[in-house]
Each structure stands twice: as C-alpha cells, then as structure tokens.
C-alpha cells in the first residue's frame, strides 16, 4: 500500500484556466512513470507540482506517504533534472553538483566523497574543473544527472531531459538513463512529447491531453489496447490506423465492412467481439497489415487494395493505401512486391485489431 | 550585419567611386559639426580673454594659459561666492555616488522578484513602477518640496540623493527585469530544489552573472544624477548645490566682466566625469541608453 | 518560517512598490489637487474649480511656451530623427571608420543639457561667436543674431537639442538596421533590386517599432526640456524661449505662484500621456500575446 509517489484528486488552474483536471495517479518503488502528451498537455506542471515548484489548486501529492501540500521542494527529498539542464553558469561542473550539500551544510568530507562517486559513475571526472558554457551538450546532460544522482533523492524527475541534444545523442543517452534506472533501482518519474522515449523508457505510462489522463498503462498495454483514439494516434509511429468501417452482428460475432476504391467493400470477419454494429473505427496497426504472400497459411484475412505510395526505409517498407476513404499506412518487409497504382492483396491480424466509436473516439472493444 | 552594397551593373566604376567619396565627405562634415563646440569650448578655455575679443571663434589659442582652468575650479564666482566649482564638484560626487548604488541595489533586487519570483500581481506593480520614469518631474516637485521640508532634509544632500533613488529606481528596476528574464527560470527551479532560498539563489547565481547589467545601470545613473538640473535647482541651497547648478550659476554671474574663456573651463570640468565613463565604457553607455528607450 | 519564505519576494518588492505609490501616483495627485485651489505663496486646500486653468490658458507668457513647446517639439524631432536615420544609413555603408564616427556623433548625449547650452551659447554669442567668425573670413555683412531675437531665439534652442540627441537617434536606427534579417536583404539583391529601394521598400518599413521608440523618447525629452532653454537662453529674451518646463518652474521658485505652476505641470503631464500612454499600452499588450 506504501506508493512511493500517489497524486490524488489533483487540480491546478491559473486563474480560470485549468491546467490539470483531476489527476490520480501513483506509483511504487522502483518504477519508472513516464508522463506523455502532446505540448500544453499539462505534463510539465504536473512533475512541477509534485516537485513543488508550483503551488497546486485543489487534491494532494504525497511522497512516501507523506502530505507534500505545505512542504517546499528542498524538503521533498526530491532531484529534478531540466530541459535545459538549468546548470548554475558561474560555477564549475564540481560547484555544480556540490552547491545542493554546501547550501545544506554537508560537511567537506562528505561532499567530495560524494563528487568523486557521482563522477566515476557518470565518467566526467575530467570535466570537473570546467564551467557549463565549455561542454558540449551531452557532458552538460551529464552533469545534470549527476547532480541529481548526488542527492540521492526518493523520487528522481526528469522534464524532457533529451529533448536538446541531437537524434543520435538522445537515443544513447536515453539507454544510460533506462541502465541508471535499472542498476539504482531508483524511483523516477519522466515527462516527455516522444512517444518513443516513453515506450523504451517507462514501466507505467500516463497519457495526457488538456490537462486530463487518457490512460494509464505498461507500456504493452497502451499500445496494444489504446483507451481512446488520442492514444491510438499519439503512440506509435507510424500511429495507428483509424480506418471508417461499418459493423453488423453475426451470431457469435461481427461482420466488418470496410469501403474500397474501384472495388466492393472488403468484409472481415471478427469473431472475438459481438457487440459491435454501427459506424465505426477499425484501429490497426501498421505492423498488423500484413503482405498476403508473405504470411501464406496465417490465419489473415485478405483483401486487394490499391497502393498509392511506397517508401522504403531500411528495414521495413511503409506502403500507403486508402482504406474506407482514409490513408492507411502499412509496414511491410523490405523485399515486398508493393508497386505504386497495382493493387496489393493484404492480409489483415484483426486479432490485434482495437475499435473505436467514431464521435467519442472511446474504445468499444 | 547586413551587406547592402549592392550596385547594379549599369552604374559605372566612377560613379560609384564618386559615390563613395561623396559618402565619406557627408561623415567627415558631420563629424566637424559634432566635435565644433568641444572643440570651441577647448580652445576657448585655453585662451586669454584679451585673445578671445581678438581672435577667431575656432582659431587655436596662440598662447595656451591655464588661468581660466585654475579660476574655474577655485575662483569663478557663483552669485556671491567666488570658491570656483571645486566644492560643487564634490558636492556631485557626494550625491551621485550613495544615490546610484542605492538606485542600483534596489533596481537589483526588484528586477530579481519581477523577472524570477512572480507572484500574483507583480507585473501590475512592474508596470505602475515603470510609469514613473515616464513622467514629467515637474508635476512631482511641489509635493516633493514639501515633503523634503516635513523630513527635515530640504536643501541637503541626502534630500538630492533621496529624491534620485525615489525616481530612478524605475528605471534600474527595468533594467535588471529585462536582464533577468533572459535568464531561464529552471535556473531557479534547480537552485530551489538543491535547498537554496530567495537571497542565496541571488547571491550565488544570480550576481555572479550580472556585472554585464550592473556596468550598464551604473553608467545609466550616474549620468542621469550627475547631469541632472530640474531636482538640483529645485531642491538644493548655497553651499549643497550640485555641479550643474554652480555651472549655470557661473555663467550667468553678473558680477564683474564677462570671462568666457572661464565658462568654457567649468563647462567641460562639469562635463569631464561623464565624457570620461563614456570614453572609457561606451559599449555599455549605449546599451544603457537604448534599452531605456527601445523596451520600455 | 514558512510564511517568510513565501513572501520574502513581495516584501523585498514592497519598499520599492510604496516608494512609487506614494512619490509618483500620491505627489501627481496632489499636484491635481492644488491646481483646482487658489494656492499662491502657499498650498491652500480648498477646491475651487479650473480657475488655475483659465488664468493659464488666459496668460500670454503661457501661450507663447505652448507655441514653442510645438515648434520646438516638431521641428526637434522631425530634424533629429532625420538626421539620426541619415547618419545611421550613411554608417552602414561599411565605413571603415565606423567605431570612430559613431562615437564622435553620440558624445553629445552624455553631457548634461547645461554644459551643451553653455557651449553653444558661446558659439551664438553674435559679437565674438560664430557671426565675427564668418566676418572674420571676409564676409562682413554676415548676420546671425538668432540667440537674441525673440522670433528666432527658439530655433537656437533646436539647434542645439538636435546636436545632443540627433547621434542617439543615429544609434537606435544603426541598430534597428542591423537587426534586419538578413535573408530578407540577400534575397532582394538576388532579385536585382537596387540599394535605396532596398531601404525604402524593405529595410525602414520593417523598423516602425524603431520610429516609435525614437518619437517616443524624443517627444519626452522635448516636453521635459528644462536645462537646455535655462543654460542657453534663460528664457529670453524676454519670455521668447520660455516652454511649459520653464514657465512651471518660475511660477513654482520665483513667482511663488503655487496654482499656476501646477496647472502648467498638470498639462505637462496630460500631453505625456497623451503621448506615452499608447505606446506603453500596445508594449504591454503586445508582450502578453
């Protein structure tokens, strides 16, 4: 019962305006949360309520059991790490990661003891006599860290650590960051706008949209049964596919009934779920549109779409449909047989299929 | 920089030398007409007055004397004294310099809680404190009058310094408010969340980063005080007032014949302080004067 | 403790906040005041309508600094802000002496207003200034008598106001127009426009905000000039030179005509904000966008 970390009822405005509408969320020791959402989601005054460093309107935030309402972000036995590393100018890298010790009095000895360990484990031993301005983008992530490390803190925040360094940068850093969290067995909590960041990173994922969670979840859970058609869109890339399509009951099933160009209507068959009928939207990922040559004796169901676009990229090859008046995307292996304007046969896993009602975008099934 | 030397193909090498000639000409005549009264005012000084009557306005003194120097800075008469301008000068100096670091102090730490400790309604209180530099002082010198008396420092230095800590803290305020807010506010997030409170974040992060601002607000002030006529006259007695006020004195005293050439002396011993910041610290004079006026 | 720490920021505000409370907004309201009172030697409380106003608007001495306060106004910006764009243009040629020009033409700006009206006073001066100079080159009939004719004495005064504030200007617009994006210039010269039309067609349209800080600090100096008309002329001839600045100021030390002088301020005042309000309000406005 003892969460490390529970937001409860949480409301935050600036004046009218609500930022976070009704937050509850929590998590144990050890986890690592990762709050997504597109930019104005609310995220970043979410981690900055629960560091303190805003006042919140209305519910609570406790840290090991403990009310942090009154409490000032010095006594929250927190460390945050900035997006833009916020590392002090004047000071030299050790000023740095000393200043939070010499500010609460620990001793000399203490303070360097810790410095040299912090340093060795983030190896910027060498760059301890320099100033901020004289690393370059990665040795300042470094150092950030490594002022939050020295702290030792309960619970770690991190508000878009990565998102300043380069592509290749990021996803380094990004795996140091998932080894820090596994060999400290530390409690974090991790705001980013990449998905991807959030899916290699998290063990729970919140997604956030105006200030409110659309879900919270693994992240398999998030990907594979999307609450809603925000999160459908949001993780993954490419996003889900949200394909129009019409549902009739059959028996024990249902009938799905997807429009096509120059062709009859495509007609799946989806015997898990017989509630549905109506409108609806066929969520699916691109990984689950399959080649039909391919996957000869899956039990996929077929049908032949017109292909508009392909792109190969490397590994896979993104093809571009239209399906029930939308563009589809699909990602099929390099060596496909997918040519612009020929019709490829497509095989469809409606066993990993999500569906949405189209005006609330809730989940149906 | 923006290159904008573009000449079309059609104009010919000549002209465009020609232009450029004519370009430099125009600079060169307005520079005269810049430096001509320092000039002037130079010579003049040097000058005796017998050569004065004689001469040429922009002749150079045939014989160079230091007299009108000497008896601008301990003889020339302002009304009834006749100590020179030397005990003025110091009054100045008395005045502007409690009042600029007082000025300065203040703006600092204004600026620090506008720009980095917002709170409900700090920006409205920005706002009303800015105004005042906006003003014209002579709606405020009849009050202020007054109240320098109930205060029992009419007519005194710490009356002149109060006044121009009063009515420049609007503009050093701005000018840490505007330094300030380019620094990023996470600077402070992470100073909170290391322990550090409201004074230790301004000492340990935020001063050392200001000598660039603090450079500029101090030129600012000490010119503005040091060039300031309206609250000398209007709040000074013999005996405290400040250096412009024992200038004007000077050069209207009636007593006596007229000595320009000791006018010219006093005039440039007036304006020597503020020519010397500028020369030596141009850079930031003028970064002081356009951010006073372009963010307003 | 912890209430101290959260409001440590209003309180280190505060002192700063009453010192304006009282000293601007409280004194402007006194001086509002008094300029409906009968005040004379002394402050007298009792309200007895715009009689102030009308003796003001009624006087001839204040007419005559109404007049001048426009024509100096108008010609001291105009010719300023001329001049300034002029020099700055000129300097962005790639002079090679640019720092050197620039500094010369913005030294004026860090006189103080008396020593700059002592100079040219000196240089106005018609017996020995610069009129017997040009005598003095052969041309002996050469008048220049304007410091002490009551209808030109103005115009000195703006000569000598453009000479302190025309290379500040200059410095405003070098900077406006180095703040040109770049791009916006190479892509003109690729399309083969020449040089001035560059200027007229791209480079000072984009500076307007520019124009406006420049009018703005002008307009202010030329209401609040005080010194400048005191050290140069006094005044005079006469009341020739006199400006609002000037006519307050006599009212409230040497008339001791306590009403009068702050009716004048309180039109001072008045036409400031008529000038800087908007500007302050569109600044504001534009920085909560």
Redesign the interface.
Known sequence: MSHILEVDGLFKSYGATEILKDINVSIDKGEFLVLVGPSGCGKSTLL?CI???EPITGGAIRIAGQDMT?V???DRN???V???Y?L????SVAKNIT??MQ??GVDKATQSAKLADVARQLQIEPLLNRRPGQLSGGQRQRVAMG?ALVRDPALFLF?EPLSNLDAKLRVEMRTEIKRLHQDLGASMVYVTHDQIEAMTLATKIVVMKGGIIQQIGTPHEIYTRPANTFVADFMGSPAMNLIPARATPNGQGSVIEIAREGAEPLRLDEPRHAGLSGEILLGLRPEDMHEATARAGEALQGGAVRVDVVEPAGADTYVVARLGGKEVTSRLSADTQARAGAALEFGFDLSKASYFAPETGERLA | MTDTSYAPPTQSRGLKIALRWGLYLMLGVFAVWYLLPLFVMLTTSLKSLEEIRTGSLIALPREVTFDAWRTAWSGACTGIQCEGLQPYFWNSVMLAVPAVMISTVLGAMNGYVVAQWQFRGANIIFALMLFGCFIPFQVVLLPMARTLGILNIAGSIPGLIFVHVVYGIGFTTLFFRNYYVTIPAELTKAAKIDGAGFFRIFWSIFLPLSLPIIVVTVIWQFTQIWNDFLFGVSFSQAGTQPITVALNNIVNSTTGVKAYNVDMAAAIIAALPTLLVYVVAGKYFIRGLTAGSVKG | MQWLERHVPKLVLAPSFIAALLFVYGFIGWTAWVSFTRSRLLPNYDLVGTIQYERLFASPRWEVALNNLFVFGVLFIGVAMLLGLLLAIFLDQKIRTEGVLRTIYLYPMALSLIVTGTAWKWMLNPGLGLESMVRGWGFETFSFTWITDPDMAIYTVVIAGVWQASGFVMALFLAGLRSVDGEIIKAAQVDGIPTHRIYTAIIIPSMAPIFLSAFIVLSHLAIKSFDLVIALTGGGPGYATDLPATYMYAMAFSRGDIGQAASSAMIMMMIVFAIVVPYLYSELRAKHD
Do not use: C, H, W
Request: charged share 20%; proline share 8%.
């Open positions: 900055n560091a303190g460093l009154e000032s972000p010095k927190i460390a945050m900035f997006q833009s916020a002090y100018p004047t000071m200043f939070g500010v609460r002022r508000d």
